[in-house]
């Protein structure tokens, strides 16, 4: 009997201490994650920056028709427009994620890249994405100095540049539309405004 008592005390001792250990990793853990807090599209210095004008064209789409990306008169929704290419496994992946963000955003969404349209025309079918408009124009790539992919540029109606950076995923995109939502002029200053507010709830949060 002595014998499993001292058993019995010896194994809760060990679930206590796995519980403590476990609750200490959990706190560790938490911390971790506002410390690296979901990373914003990252933007570059090259290039049209938010607030200077993007070339608004027309310029040409794989149907062969001109297209123009701005319209003061237009009291529209703000426009997605999305470089990619069909060479690109990331850029593939953002076709139905940024079709699927656009839907559930009210944005307008336009696709734009540089390569031969039966190329082009094939990418996007497979993708499902069809019925949206794709500026196969390399000249607006270099009005924008574009070069990397996927980009995104967040657009006003009438053809300013709200936002913009290299993107991967929903959140590079959300962090696009939180940025200028909150008024900050790039997507790194929304992600350090956020991390600093998150450190400060965080010091509050203590005793």
Known sequence: MNTLTLVSVFETIVILFAGFVTWRLTRHVRRLFQEIAPVGALTG?????????????????????????GNENEKSSPTLLLFVSAT???????????????QREHLRLVFAGDDRAAVLETFVKQAGVAE??????ATLGRALEVDKLPMAFLLSPDG????????????HLESLLNAWESGFATVQNYIVHRRRNTHDIAGAARP
Do not use: H, W
């Open 45 to 69: 210095e090259r290039g049209p920056q938010p607030g200077d004008q993007c070339p608004v064209g027309p310029f040409m789409t794989l149907e062969g028709k001109p297209y123009r990306l």
């Open 88 to 102: 690109c496994p990331l850029s593939r992946k953002m076709l139905t994620i940024a079709r699927d963000f656009c």
């Open 132 to 137: 949206y408009p794709f500026i196969n124009d």
């Open 160 to 171: 300013a540049i709200l936002s913009r950076g290299l993107v991967n995923n929903r959140e």
